[in-house]
């Protein structure tokens, strides 16, 4: 249950993790009136966050007064460490917005146990990327109690154009891993389908023309494909070893609500193969080198 009223500047806000997605995320903050604190494990993370708002030496430090405390972490696992650590210094009342991409059943488990100590918690992941994390246009789906979904949409506002209420405790994770893995599957297949044109003899940028003209167009054949994949940059930002960590959460999600998922469970299977192979820090788009044969 929500104690006060909506979050507007200056409140102060803290941000845990300062990473690609957490940098420019704090930076929309900033520049809308909200006083910014920040921690990250990174000494050069926390030197380039002293443009945007106070680096604190710990994470204890950054959450220290914070109205709302921000968390950007690789993952869930990560976020649960990282909130126990900070549990003892938080002010009373504080609300806790998870914007990793963290496993829904654990997310659902760490809001409860936090509610249940005086806090507020909800998980509000992001989808768009670097590019829309820097303009402030990023989708931002919400799981959580709707009214500290409103305490804190003027927060979720200054960073995103598009916010959704997805549902209870761990729904924004939830969203956020079956989007990607909806996202993936999409770029599997339409790398493949221009490997096929290619080797039959339809040059790939037509291809891709074709293909966005008309019924089989996705977020890749319009983003990815001519941009990163066709003349091989794989420079989009967003890690092969996130994308596939997304889509076995989606996968799992299925499993363990018992829902029929033989294409999830063939997705994230190809993934994970090209994830050993190719290894985590390469770029997600590089699934057309491991689809193609290139590595």
């Known amino acids: 249950m929500t104690r006060s009223t909506t979050i507007l500047p200056p409140a102060k806000i803290a941000v845990i993790g300062l990473g690609n997605m957490g940098m420019p995320m704090a930076a929309c903050l900033s520049r809308a009136g909200y006083q910014l604190s920040g921690f990250d494990t990174s000494a050069e993370a926390r030197a380039r ?4 708002g106070s680096a604190a030496a710990s994470a204890a430090d950054a959450v220290s007064g914070a109205q709302v405390v ?13 909130v126990e650590g900070i549990k003892p210094h938080l002010a009373s009342g504080a609300v806790l917005i998870d914007m990793s991409s963290s496993a829904p059943v654990g997310t659902k488990a760490l809001g409860e146990e936090l509610v249940a100590d005086g806090f507020e918690f909800v998980d509000a992941p992001v989808s768009g990327g670097v590019k829309r994390a820097v303009d402030g246009t990023l989708a931002i789906m919400v799981g959580g109690d709707a009214g ?25 994770h939830a969203a956020k891993a079956l989007n990607n893995y909806v996202s993936a599957a999409g770029l599997a297949a339409a790398v493949e389908a ?5 080797r039959f ?35 989009s930002g967003f890690s092969l070893g996130l994308m596939a960590k997304d889509i076995r959460t989606a996968d799992d999600l299925a499993h363990q609500i018992g829902v029929a998922a033989p294409l999830a469970d063939e997705v994230a299977a190809l993934w994970d193969a090209a994830l050993e192979r190719l290894g985590s820090s390469a770029d997600h788009t590089e699934i057309g080198r491991y689809l193609t044969g290139q590595r």
């Open 201 to 235: 003899g339809i040059d790939p940028n037509a291809l891709v023309d074709i293909i966005n003209a008309s019924t089989g167009r996705n977020n890749s054949t319009e983003n990815k494909l001519k941009q990163f994949v066709i003349p091989e940059k794989f420079v």
């Open 70 to 82: 921000i968390t950007l972490l690789p993952d869930g696992k990560i976020v649960r460490a990282a």
């Open 49 to 52: 966050f002293g443009g945007t």
């Open 148 to 172: 500290t979904f409103e305490k804190v949409r003027p927060v979720l506002e200054a960073m995103g154009k598009s916010i959704f209420h997805a549902g209870p405790l761990g729904s924004g």
């Open 194 to 198: 221009v490997a096929i044109g290619h």
